[in-house]
């Protein structure tokens, strides 16, 4: 079945530092791609998708590019700043199907 | 702008209680998803509904556990007979009709579920 692995945590960085959360993924069709963010005592919030190949999904200076070649949807962000500290999941929706399929989650703390 | 509301946040029960979870969609939402979080692990998909139909349920356990989402109110996770093993957090989301966004889901706090 589908399935995504996720960098594992904690990672912990200094504010300003470059951030990279590694994302795989194995899916029989073809999916979209997610990254979604969960803040301390909040439901998960959509940070960025790609629908397709090559697509580059971008918010709040955070980015990921979906790499069919390397099955990959690594976030990457510049400078990270204290307010980025929660739990980051990538995830998988593939086509005709509703779920979402999550990776286990890397929870990221940023200290000043 | 009312969000996906779920209630209780925290829900303390006894060994062989009766659980339930009330999860409200975003106004205008028609599909309901739930989700659990394992300690330690990622969200696992285990139903999904429309009004007054379970479309998907694959991943919920197959005794113990249903789900219903009415014609009128909101959406309700009910788990019978609870176990340790059910401890985890209850995620509800909630999508739009339109089948070209149905894959941006909306997700709620969440509820807490501890088995004693």
């Known amino acids: 079945g589908d399935s995504v692995t996720q960098m594992e945590g904690p990672v912990t960085l200094s504010e300003e530092a470059f951030l990279t959360i590694n994302c795989t993924y194995t899916?029989?069709?073809?999916?979209?791609l997610f990254w979604y963010v969960q803040y301390p005592g909040e439901g998960l919030q959509l940070l960025l998708k790609?629908?397709?190949?090559?697509d580059k999904g971008s918010n709040k200076g955070f980015e990921a590019t979906y790499r069919k070649e390397t099955t990959s949807f690594h976030l990457e962000k510049g400078s990270v700043q204290v307010s980025d500290s929660a739990v980051y999941f990538c995830?998988?929706?593939?086509?005709?199907?509703?779920?979402?399929?999550f990776g286990q989650g890397t929870r990221l703390t940023i200290n000043p | 702008n009312a969000g996906v509301m779920q209630n209780p946040r925290h829900l303390v029960r006894r060994r062989g209680q009766e659980a339930r979870l009330r999860c409200s969609p975003v106004?205008?939402?028609?599909?309901v998803y739930w989700y659990r979080q394992l300690p330690e692990e990622g969200l696992k998909f285990m139903v999904y509904?429309?009004?007054?139909?379970?479309?998907?349920e694959s991943g919920m356990p197959k005794e113990r556990f249903s789900a219903e989402f009415p014609k009128e109110g909101p959406s309700i996770l009910r788990i019978q007979q609870v176990v340790r093993g059910d401890s985890a957090a209850y995620f509800c989301?909630?999508?739009?009709?339109?089948?070209?966004?149905?894959?941006?889901?909306?997700f709620g706090p969440g509820t807490r579920l501890t088995v004693t």
């Open positions: 989301a909630s999508s739009p009709a339109s089948s070209s966004r149905s894959y941006e889901q909306y």
């Open positions: 995830a998988l929706s593939d086509l005709g199907a509703q779920k979402l399929v």
């Open positions: 899916a029989t069709g073809y999916p979209s």
């Open positions: 790609a629908t397709k190949a090559d």
């Open positions: 509904l429309q009004k007054e139909n379970i479309i998907d």
């Open positions: 106004k205008g939402h028609s599909h």
